[in-house]
């Protein structure tokens, strides 16, 4: 897809579709890099960040098991149907 540079106030931009913008998940701020003369915006919202540090820190606390138990239900025993 082509874009063309255009004057903002005293700088220049583009104009990012909302298709894109929704895909990249791109809001309010971002992050810009250049690698190798190319333009990098990131998107500054990480929702899973750090959660392997996260999940390695219930572990270690025993926090991490399940709320659910082992007893079944009535309706798992008769209403339940596996197709």
Do not use: Y
């Amino acid at each position: 897809m082509k874009a063309t540079i255009i004057q903002i106030g005293n700088s220049q931009g583009i104009r990012i579709p909302k298709p894109i913008l929704e895909q990249c998940k791109l809001q309010n701020e971002v992050e810009l890099e250049v690698h190798k003369n190319e333009l990098i915006i990131r998107s500054l919202d990480a929702p899973r960040k750090n959660w392997d540090k996260k999940f390695a820190a219930m572990a270690s606390k025993g926090d991490d098991i399940l709320l659910d138990s082992d007893v079944q239900s009535q309706w798992d025993e008769e209403e339940w149907e596996w197709k």
